[in-house]
């Protein structure tokens, strides 16, 4: 398979160090339209054929390799099927955008505490639903945040303008933080993102590369992050599938594919890369 059109000459730079040094290097995908395509309900995502296998092919040779998510991790770990599945037995899922993290290995998830006010807020969500004439918008209560999703409502645009802002006062109003993503707007603790939860998975790995694949705007914290640590000489890939229409995360890519099945075609090159190397 042919090297993917990489943009920009410091993704380049990030592609040739990890084919050079794929013990150094981080792999890791978003999972909601970067492995999976969206769907209607959040409940039926499923990723696109040969995912996985891409995956734990790139496993065999590469430091480690990662899902960072906003499901809750033991959810990305059940949709994704990755648990048992052959060449993913060091993967690590990252949930919550980092506050939880399951380790395939021993199947165990650690988390960061969850604040109190995710309480408070899943106890107001309804009547503020009713008080803004939404009372159908589907809430994906995910334990420590709530999703409040317009996918599925006549008008998914506009009912998530009506939102927006009463749903950022509750989100404020008990210290917790607004996540703007694709015909969803989550209630969800501060103080993390996937900028963090890719900060602290390269301390831990001593990674001097990383290639992430993203789609929405909560993946632009992991694009910014590794931008800025490319200041610090680490070697980074940012890919972005169009699933979401994100344009702030494809303007800033190195590779922008169309779609989950794009994503595909960029680990297989880069396995293929590796192997041939
Ligand atoms: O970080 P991710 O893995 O991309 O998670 C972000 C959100 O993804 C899910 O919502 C999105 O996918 C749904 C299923 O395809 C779709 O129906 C919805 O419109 C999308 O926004 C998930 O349901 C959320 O909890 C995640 O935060």
Known sequence: MSTPVLQTAAGREGWEAIVADPAGAVIASDFDGVLSPLVEDPAMSRPVAGALDALARLARSV????????????????????????????????GHYGLERWEAST??????????????????????????????????????????????????????????????????????RLEPGNLVLEIRPPGIDKGVAL???????????????????????????LDELRGDGLYAVLVAARSSGATALTDA?????????????????????????
Not at 133 to 150: I, M, N, Q, Y
Not at 151 to 169: F, K, Q
């Open 199 to 225: 900060r602290r998975l390269i301390d831990s790995t001593g990674a001097r590369s990383v290639l992430y694949a993203g789609d929405d705007l909560g993946d632009l914290a992991a694009f910014q992050a």
């Open 63 to 94: 430091g480690q390799v990662a899902i960072v998510t906003g499901r809750p991790a033991l959810v990305a770990t059940e949709l994704s099927g990755v648990t048992g599945h052959p060449g993913l037995g060091r993967l690590v899922v990252l």
């Open 253 to 277: 890519a190195d590779i922008v594919v169309d779609d989950p099945a794009g994503v595909v075609t960029v680990l297989t090159a880069l396995s293929d890369a590796i192997a041939t190397r």
């Open 107 to 176: 199947g165990a998830v650690t988390s960061d505490p969850v604040p109190s006010g995710v309480a408070v807020a899943r106890e107001k969500l309804p009547d503020l639903l009713r008080e803004v004439g939404l009372p159908d918008a589907f809430v994906e209560d995910k334990g420590s945040s709530l999703a409040v999703h317009t996918r599925r409502l006549p008008e998914p645009e506009l009912a998530l303008e009506v939102l927006r802002t009463p749903l950022t006062e509750l989100a404020e109003s008990v210290d917790l």
